[in-house]
């Protein structure tokens, strides 16, 4: 995998951008999902719906954003997503109440999504070219996932520094405290946006441009049977990535570790991903990606069921390997759900349009997977609540499986 020293500036922007773009939306939340549901004065349902507003948005981003990456220059669309959500992140770090909050959510839905998701995926996709695609995906999102754990770490620090130790502090002083977490985010968001404006370019792109827009190749696309499988293998490895997001609600409700213990918890999660990601990449253009992405379902299975038993995670050691091992599989396959696009035999000018449409059933977690999460939680208070969220997640992993498993079978006709 020999790269230019310019081609290796493309995929880090790529990288940097692919995980900056959601930390106001998601990284935060995940890292400090316990701080959020208390300076918000919200519950986990009402968090859940804040999701779905995201997500119906998204679906609609999806679609219509997939064409767009066929056409259009990457980093400048990419560039300009970013600068609207750190925009976004100016009435976030107000705490507006619930129904401003849904219609943040419903705009970040819009800006994280229409102008940024397919055009990152096809710009990955045209660096790795035909024989590495499994090492590109797994850089990208181990990438993206080392950027989303050092961002949790910068949060982490701001939001402690500013509580200054203080574990018992009064919720005035812990919204202050996240609020510098908020604006913190959105400098380097801006940053990032401004790198990408300027130094995401590369001629090859305009090898793989469409001439226009048009709704015939949603419809060519959709004849393929490997587009329909990959919605049902991103569906389902998402919920698994959603699923993480309770890790750090679990250390503190279940385990009843304070605050910044269970955001620590929260931030060892997120370096699980680049480790992950990276490790299945390379290992997965050796030995088969199809196959690989089999078994990072049956991983996941194996990890969400070891939660559901809710056996030994009160002794630290037996804990950190649980998670580890519920989000390797969880981490692989979604290093691995973008990577089998050329194993998939998609053409490389329908990209954009490809993962659009893929999208828009495959990332539908965004829209039920908050609320179900959520709901059942309210439902079931304490252990049993996580145990059943895990129940749920084991059965999901189990279709991803079956999906992945036939994906591969055609894709070695």
């Avoid at 990152?120 to 660096?127: D, P, S």
């Avoid at 850089?139 to 509580?163: C, E, H, K, P, Y």
């Avoid at 490809?354 to 304490?382: C, E, K, N, Q, W």
């Amino acid at each position: 995998m020999q790269k230019s020293k310019t081609n290796w500036i493309y995929i880090m922007l790529l990288i940097l951008a692919g995980e900056a773009v959601f930390i106001l939306p998601f990284v935060l939340q995940r890292v400090f999902r316990a701080t959020v549901l208390d300076v918000f004065q919200i519950n986990n349902t009402e968090l859940g719906l804040c999701f779905t507003a995201y997500g119906l948005v998204a679906m609609v981003s999806y679609l219509l954003g997939g064409p767009i990456a066929d056409r259009f220059e990457p980093r400048k669309l990419i560039a300009s997503s970013l600068w609207f959500t750190a925009l976004g992140g100016i009435v976030y770090a107000s705490f507006p109440g619930f129904y401003v909050l849904q219609v943040l959510y419903g705009f970040w839905g819009f800006s994280t999504i229409f102008l940024f998701w397919s055009p990152m995926i096809k710009a990955a996709r045209i660096w790795g070219g035909a024989k590495d695609q499994g090492k590109t995906f797994g850089i990208l999102d181990g990438g993206r996932g080392l950027v989303g754990a050092l961002f949790g770490v910068f949060t982490v620090a701001l939001f402690a520094n500013s509580l200054a130790g203080n574990v018992d502090a009064l919720l005035e002083e812990t919204r202050a405290a996240f609020k510098m977490a908020i604006y913190g985010s959105c400098l380097l968001i801006i940053i990032i946006g401004v790198l990408v404006w300027f130094y995401l370019k590369t001629a090859s792109e305009d090898d793989q441009k469409v001439d226009q827009i048009s709704f015939k190749l949603v419809k060519e696309v959709a004849k393929l049977p490997v587009v329909w499988l990959l919605m049902v293998i991103i569906l389902t490895a998402y919920v698994g990535y959603k699923t993480t997001d309770i890790i750090s609600l679990y250390a503190r409700d279940v385990l009843s570790y304070e605050e910044i213990a269970s955001a620590q918890i929260g931030t060892f999660l997120l370096f699980i991903r680049p480790i992950a990601g990276v490790a299945v990449g390379f290992i997965a253009d050796r030995y088969n990606i199809t196959r690989w992405l089999i078994i990072s379902f049956v991983i996941t299975v194996m990890g969400s069921l070891w939660f559901a038993s809710g056996l030994g995670h009160a002794f630290l050691p037996l804990f950190l390997v649980s998670i580890f091992t519920l989000a390797g599989g969880v981490y692989a396959a979604r290093a691995l759900y973008f990577a089998v696009l050329e194993k998939g035999k998609i053409p490389l000018h329908l990209t954009g349009t490809a993962v659009g449409l893929a999208s828009f059933i495959g990332f539908t977690p965004d829209v039920f997977a908050g609320v179900m999460v959520g709901t059942i939680l309210d439902a079931y208070p304490g252990q049993s609540g996580h145990q059943y969220v895990f129940l749920v997640l084991a059965a999901f992993s189990v279709v991803g499986c079956w999906a992945a498993w036939r994906y591969h079978r055609i894709s070695c006709r």
